[in-house]
């Protein structure tokens, strides 16, 4: 790890205004378990680093009258798994974070640096390795071990989107609370994020001098259900095989809205259009939900060495809809 | 993030003094802006910019001592308890979050100590395995572990026992599945992991007769 | 027990106590050093920070093969902090990983800094990192003095052609195995002070003080008894931390250059591309047996790469582990430009059984017999015959499905059984001294090191159980040069190289006690007792252990250094291992339910430490069946998985109910009768395990790790087609 300067910021103005500064890489420190690993590795090389330890405000989880329910971008994984609230109307993003990382990481990792990590493709996160999320000019992934990349939305570059609480953030249709010099703006939590084919080297559409303070939760719709399931080749501390979250509302016995977002498959939080097709006007059944998974999986382009990731995408996804309208064995 | 804006030269930047609050919490505030509303995430209007720190003053409570020293921003929270306090106990397995060596307890919590910037815990309270029998007398935890042989080389054993400590403190009385869900985060190469369980087991069991 | 006799057919005799009951051996008794290793103080080469310690840094070649040109160190010299820096320009490297320079500084921080700022100028040259590219034609040369493939290793027994014919079943398939790295938690590491040019006092992570003594003195060219070598603790090895590497003597060069003291702690990346791997095969069996099961004849053939290193073959279980008249194995090293292979816990058994244990399973389906009945009907030990019959009783082996794959649902069960032969060799040459103080003090010493098996504890309950004292009462000191010359530790040879000795230790100074005390009895020493902390003469008339140690004018030493450890055939340990699993084969995932390991290790000294063994072993070997696998990328030629992430060994919530089993028969070739366990317990879990998932799936898995991918292909339900295809010479 390079050495940088250590800014320790006390609002959120001050954060952004550092972030305006010129002539100098800045980086964001929030619960740093991602930034470190990046420094270390010498991937970042920051000259200054921001630190929001002590911005308050942005830990909270709070609901409003509305029945909006917001969180602050530093709160961390552990106090998301924990509160009530979101165990009970959010449950896709509770469960989210209760099965991320480890239970120390989750007591230091936060919302926000969970949906901006970088991803951990393994030749993105060596530096003997040229590639395209580097400013290269090719992904040496694609044609080499790729078992772990991108089985849908992939190229140039596959490495997959590291964020499980961005997929359950997708399904449930939250909204960011963006930061920027002057004031502030909101974004889908969908439209935040990037494909590789349009900029390899970044997955979010954050400007340098935007932060995300904070993310709002709309309020559950009547007879709203939502759901996530993950699989994982080791039960301790490994990333996702394939992980789903989705948010179903049924009225009158038919399903009227459909969300359906995979992860670990994709270089963003992989919003299904096919499944959800399928799904919508339809009654819930075993049945529906094979057919809902299989359309998902009808747009997949496995490379060499992960196929694999079909059928546990497949998998994650029956299960999540299977669950979230009661009809799991 | 690199910047798009025409490069200014740091060092014109306007200057803002360290202000020491005192010992025991918060001491260095850099950027503060008095004034702020307390709470409010956004305020208008140019705040003035921190000078970047190179060296820094840190005052932390470790194991129940305040301890004031120096680090360079990019010593992690490991490093300084091994190579500036010499609490050995805390390891270093991978230096990536991915063992649970280094796990120690921050203001209560479990966090690794590989993966945290000394500097984040300025103010706050760390608990090491050196702060666990102090006194003399073994935490439940230790004397469970002796007493199961819940560890071979003894290398990951602080870090596992720290995790299991948190996690009794937050659920008292885990069972077995609970147990292995606590320590997921921490790596045993020697494959101690049954007696591990035994003894956590057996000493919340312990600790809730006690009371 | 199951068997009255020892592995050679004898009647059990137990050797051990002339006068009844064993007070303390055999019992299950905390470590000695627990307590220090749960509060943090145990000290290992890690947390060592002498007075005046530099930190170094090594700087590592990212090719795999190439010829450093150039290193300018002029910048890194400036820097603040830096005091040494050694430079190796024209060396050769041959794997990505190989030290190039390294830099010595007052803080860890500017050591990275120097290392940072070292320019390195190379010349990178073609490289081969797996086995088939390696012994295609033109496949650059590893070595420029030898081919990339070495001479075929072939023993032969029998006539295997003749063997096949009178078979009535034959199988025969190709296995893979992968690269395993030994990733102890606490990676190698070296401080390192030169008093002056000729004294220097080491303290490294090492399985052997000795051998890391007389390496080091080699190297330097000065005598041994100069270099005193320390290792209190260390943090695993498991085979890797046998020599003192280059990362020693680059440490040590800095700290004779230097005049101080040098700290060299590798990190993960470094660990895992330079300290050793257990090598991976590509092996072709063919197995063929009469209807009744018997065996006629075992053919292998396959490959293997150490990397640059050597060691690396596979072929011992079809050798070893049945009886069979004709036996042919042909096994073919072949270098490629990674790490060295290192002894790694049982090398080359767990490759070895896993294929072997595959093809007794499928000649068993194949002839419609019980996979444990044909492992009877072949095994040429008596004392596995009866594990394999005692652990199918425990585990309940008569309650599996009959038919393979026959479970209904996505979810299917199966059960898998596998054994394993290690020869825990143990050898004379090794004393242990145990000394009397007049004030009733017990020190046992010897010049071993304990690598996390237990072997300090069971040194002092050895002498404990002959002086009749708790072990409490006695001081246990290992690990330095200046103690009696003490075992390495590996092969699982420590408990049988070193129980003798400790005993006779004991034995003597309890002897030369009663010789002093006697007199006070008014008795003949031999007819003293010592038990429960007294020592007492024929009519009833005792005193205190102390109060006999008081008789002492000075202290005593005895030294104990007996090495009647009989051979081979007395140093057999033998095991069976039976897995349950489940198999979602939506997925592809397996988990493993529970294992049961029955072992044989000769007397059991310690209960609690030797089952924590049997624990350790089973759980390397699911990690080995299921997760573990060194990946490279061939363009590049470089580790992709060089941390403890990507690399993966599964944790507490992957583990099994395991349940040991140990037989405790005191069939070890020695007067105490004990046998090492290290290595055994690690042997047959993958092979119990995929064959279990055979039985669940019912189709075979020829490749480990068992990853949700190779299942997923296995069924059918993906096309995975071999990246590489071998070439048959």
């Known amino acids: ?329 | 993030m690199s910047q798009d804006e025409t490069p200014s030269n740091p060092n014109d930047l306007s200057r803002r003094d360290f202000i020491k609050v005192g010992l025991g919490s918060s001491i260095v505030a850099v950027g503060v802006l008095p004034g702020c509303e307390e709470g409010a995430l956004l305020h208008e209007g140019r705040a003035e910019l921190a000078t970047p720190l190179s060296q820094l003053d840190i005052v932390l409570t470790v194991n129940g001592e305040v301890v004031s020293l120096t680090a360079e921003p990019r010593s992690t929270l490991a490093e300084v308890l091994r190579d500036t306090l010499h609490l050995t106990g805390t390891k270093i397995g991978c230096d990536r979050a991915a063992c649970g060596a280094c796990t120690v307890q921050v203001d209560g919590k479990v966090m690794l100590a590989c993966s945290t910037l000394a500097v984040e815990v300025d103010g706050r309270s760390v608990v090491t395995i050196e702060g666990l029998s102090s006194g003399g007398e073994l935490h439940p935890l230790q004397a469970s572990f002796v007493e199961c042989d819940a560890l071979q080389c003894g290398f990951c054993t602080p870090g596992m026992i720290m995790s299991c400590k948190g996690l009794l403190e937050s659920n008292p009385a885990p069972d077995l599945q609970e147990v292995k869900d606590g320590i997921a985060g921490n790596l045993c190469r020697c494959g101690t992991y049954p007696r591990v369980f035994e003894a956590t087991l057996q000493a919340a069991s312990r600790m809730r007769q006690r009371g | 027990m199951a068997d009255n006799v020892t592995q050679a057919g004898e009647p059990l005799v137990d050797r051990y106590s002339q006068r009844g009951d064993r007070d303390i051996i055999g019992t299950s008794v905390p470590r000695l050093d627990a307590i220090a290793k749960v509060t943090g103080a145990a000290k290992y080469t890690h947390d060592l920070y002498p007075t005046g310690v530099l930190h170094a840094v090594a700087v590592r070649s990212p090719y795999a093969s190439a010829t450093v040109i150039t290193i300018n160190d002029g910048v890194a010299r400036t820097l603040p902090g830096v005091v040494e820096i050694l430079t190796y320009p024209g060396k050769r490297i041959r794997y990505a990983g190989e030290e190039v320079a390294v830099v010595a500084a007052e803080t860890l921080g500017q050591a990275r800094d120097g290392a940072r700022a070292l320019e390195v100028e190379y010349e990178a040259y073609a490289a081969v990192v797996n086995i088939e590219d390696a012994i295609s034609s033109g496949a650059p040369q590893v070595y420029d003095t030898k081919p990339n493939a070495g001479e075929p290793r072939v023993s032969t027994t029998g006539d295997v052609v003749q063997g096949f014919s009178q078979a009535d079943v034959v199988y025969e398939a190709d296995y893979r195995t992968q690269i395993q790295t030994h990733s102890p938690m606490e990676t190698h590491a070296a401080v390192i002070h030169w008093h002056d040019f000729d004294h220097a006092t080491v303290w490294i992570a090492t399985q052997g003080i000795f051998s890391a003594r007389d390496e080091l003195a080699t190297y330097h060219g000065v005598p041994p008894e100069n270099i005193k070598v320390i290792c209190d603790y260390i943090g695993g090895g498991f085979g890797s931390k046998i020599g003192i590497g280059t990362y020693g003597r680059m440490c040590s060069d800095l700290s004779r250059l230097s005049g101080r003291p040098v700290r060299l702690i590798l990190d993960r990346k470094a660990e895992q591309l330079a300290t050793g791997n257990r090598p991976n095969s590509i092996q072709h069996l063919k197995v063929g047996a009469r209807s009744d099961g018997t065996l006629t004849a075992i053919e292998l053939t396959g490959y293997a790469t150490p990397g640059v290193g050597s060691g690396s073959g596979f072929g011992s279980a079809a050798r070893g582990l049945y009886d069979c008249p004709n036996i042919s194995t042909t096994e073919i090293a072949v270098y490629t430009n990674c790490g060295p292979a290192a002894a790694m816990r049982a090398p080359g058994h767990p490759q070895g059984v896993f294929s072997m244990e595959a093809a007794m399973d499928e000649l068993a389906y194949e002839l419609g017999l019980d996979p444990v009945e044909i492992r009877i009907t072949n095994d040429p030990h008596k004392m596995r015959r009866a594990q394999l019959r005692l652990g199918a009783e425990k585990f309940g082996w008569a309650q599996r499905n009959p038919v393979p794959g026959g479970d209904s649902g996505p979810v299917k069960r199966g059960m898998g059984v596998a054994t394993c032969t290690w020869v825990g060799g143990g050898t004379p040459g090794y004393q242990v001294k145990t000394t009397l103080h007049p004030d009733g003090r017990v020190l046992v010493q010897t010049g071993t090191q304990d690598i996390g098996t237990g072997c300090r504890t069971w040194i002092g309950m050895l002498v404990a159980e002959e002086l009749g004292l708790p072990l409490e009462k006695i001081q246990v000191e290992i690990g330095h040069t200046d103690l009696p010359v003490g075992c390495f530790a590996g092969g699982s040879t420590t408990t049988p190289s070193m129980s003798p000795p400790s005993r006779e230790s004991g034995q003597l100074a309890r002897e030369a006690l009663a010789e002093v005390v006697a007199p006070v009895f008014g008795g003949v020493p031999s007819q003293l007792t010592f038990q429960d902390g007294l020592v007492m003469a024929d009519n009833g008339v005792s005193m205190t252990f102390e109060e006999a140690c008081s008789y002492l004018d000075a202290p005593i030493s005895l030294t104990g250094s007996r090495g009647d450890i009989a051979k081979v055939g007395r140093q057999i340990s033998t095991g069976a291992h039976f897995a349950e699993v489940e198999v979602d084969v939506r997925t592809g995932k397996i988990t493993v339910l529970r294992v049961l390991a029955v072992h044989d290790a000769g007397r059991i000294l310690n209960r609690l430490t030797a089952e924590s063994q049997v624990y350790g072993g089973v759980i390397m070997g699911m990690n080995y069946a299921l997760f573990e696998e060194r990946v490279m990328d061939v363009s590049q030629g470089l580790m992709l998985n060089a941390n403890l992430e990507g690399y993966k060994i599964g944790g507490s919530r992957d583990i099994p109910e395991i349940t040991p089993l140990l037989m405790d028969l005191a069939s070890g070739g020695s007067y105490v009768g004990a046998l090492g366990l290290g290595e055994s317990p690690t042997i047959p879990t993958a092979a119990a395990i995929a064959n279990a998932v055979r039985h669940a799936i019912g189709v075979r898995l020829t490749e480990i790790p068992m990853t949700p991918s190779r299942v997923l292909a296995a069924l059918g339900t993906i096309n995975r087609s071999p990246k590489y295809k071998m070439r048959r010479r």
Request: hydrophobic share 45%; net charge neutral.
């Open chain 1, 1 to 329: 790890m390079r050495n940088f300067g250590y800014v320790r910021a006390s609002t959120v103005s001050d954060v952004v205004n550092e972030l305006a500064v010129g002539g100098r890489d800045t980086s964001i420190l929030s619960g740093g378990v991602d930034l470190l690993d990046l420094l270390k590795e010498e991937l970042v090389n920051p000259d200054v680093v921001v630190s929001l330890s002590q911005v308050p405000g942005l830990e909270s989880v709070s609901v409003a009258t509305d029945g909006k329910t917001t969180v602050g971008a530093r709160a961390t994984l552990a106090s998301l798994a924990a509160n009530l609230d979101l165990q009970t109307r959010y449950r896709a993003l509770a469960d989210a974070a209760a099965k991320a990382a480890t239970p120390q990481i989750r007591n230091r990792a936060t919302l926000g640096g969970n949906i901006l990590q970088r991803p951990r493709c393994w030749y993105f996160r060596k530096q003997e390795f040229d590639c395209l999320k580097k400013g290269g000019n090719s992904c040496p992934g694609a044609a080499g071990e790729n078992r772990y990349l991108a089985i849908l939305g992939g190229g140039p570059c596959y490495a997959v989107h590291a964020s499980s609480l961005a997929v359950a953030l997708v399904a449930l249709d939250a909204s960011a609370v963006i930061s920027r010099p002057g004031g502030s703006r909101t974004s889908l939590v969908k439209d935040l994020f990037i494909g590789p084919s349009e900029d390899p080297t970044r997955e979010h559409r954050l400007a340098d001098n935007e932060i995300i303070v904070s993310v709002i939760l709309p309020a559950p719709k009547v007879g709203s259900t939502n759901c996530y399931t993950k699989v994982r080749h080791k039960e301790a501390w490994d990333w996702a095989m394939a992980e789903a979250a989705v948010q179903l509302v049924v009225s009158g016995g038919l399903i009227t809205d459909a969300r359906v977002v995979i992860g670990g498959v994709a270089p963003v939080p992989w919003r299904s259009a096919e499944a959800e097709v399928v799904l919508k006007g339809k009654a819930p059944s075993a049945t529906l939900m094979a057919q809902a998974a299989e359309a998902a999986m009808v747009v997949a382009r496995p490379l060499s060495d992960n196929a694999y990731k079909v059928p546990a995408a497949y998998h994650v996804v029956e299960q999540a809809l299977l669950q979230a309208t009661g009809l799991a064995s």
